[in-house]
């Protein structure tokens, strides 16, 4: 699923709630500590990592780019 965003960057944290992906940031926060979220095929236990168009998150049946 692409994601549009209008601003440089958004946080990793962010982008999973904004894209629907979990209803809350706490959600998220333990999704990328339990090591489930893949960015660019590396798994990134950074909740404020950077994404820029281009990036690829990826979770169990979920796949995310950034336009």
């Known amino acids: 699923m692409d994601v549009k965003i209008t601003?440089?960057?958004?946080k990793l944290d962010a982008l999973?709630?904004?894209a629907g992906v979990t209803e809350t940031g706490g959600e998220a926060?333990?999704?990328i500590q339990a090591g489930e979220v893949k960015?660019?095929?590396?798994v990134c236990a950074m909740r404020?990592?950077?994404?820029?168009?281009?990036?690829?998150?990826?979770?169990?049946?979920v796949e995310l780019v950034i336009t």
Do not use: M, Q, S, W
């Not at 601003?7 to 958004?10: D, L, V, Y």
């Open 7 to 10: 601003t440089e960057f958004i």
């Open 16 to 18: 999973l709630k904004f």
């Open 29 to 31: 926060k333990e999704a």
């Open 39 to 42: 960015v660019n095929g590396e």
């Open 48 to 61: 404020g990592k950077k994404l820029r168009p281009g990036d690829r998150v990826e979770l169990p049946g």
